[in-house]
């Protein structure tokens, strides 16, 4: 397992930007596929973007696709959710996940403490 801190997130107006960060600790890091999820208040958890280890995979869920840009840097241990474009219903805790055999992160096994984003109408 890895250790993942997110950062990156906050309150912006409908059609900005943010970008999310997710640092890991711990020496496997590039060998890990990397991802995001999102959770809303009432919500089941959602996949948003995941990243196979070398970046050359990436995934997305419909609702972002064209608007978030998932990368990663193995020489920084970080993995990287860049949102343009951002709606109200985007509002939700997003999570950095782990997961050393899929990009789409359906056998995650590590996942970071969350970031609130906010977008206001």
């Known amino acids: 397992q890895v250790q993942l801190v997110e950062s990156g997130g906050g309150l912006v107006q409908a059609g900005g930007s943010l970008r999310l960060s997710c640092a890991a600790s711990?020496?496997?890091?590039?060998?890990?596929?990397m991802g995001w999820f999102r959770q809303a208040p009432g919500k089941e958890r959602e996949f948003v973007a995941g990243i196979s280890w070398s970046g050359g995979n990436t995934y997305y869920a419909d609702s972002v696709k064209g608007r978030f840009t998932i990368s990663r840097d193995n020489a920084k241990n970080t993995v990287y959710l860049q949102m343009n474009s951002l709606k109200p219903e985007d509002t939700a805790v997003y999570y950095c996940?782990?997961?050393?055999?899929?990009?789409?992160?359906?056998?995650?096994?590590?996942w970071g403490q969350g970031t609130q984003v906010t977008v206001s109408s």
């Open positions: 996940a782990a997961d050393p055999y899929s990009a789409t992160m359906t056998t995650f096994d590590s």
């Open positions: 711990g020496r496997t890091f590039s060998s890990y596929n």
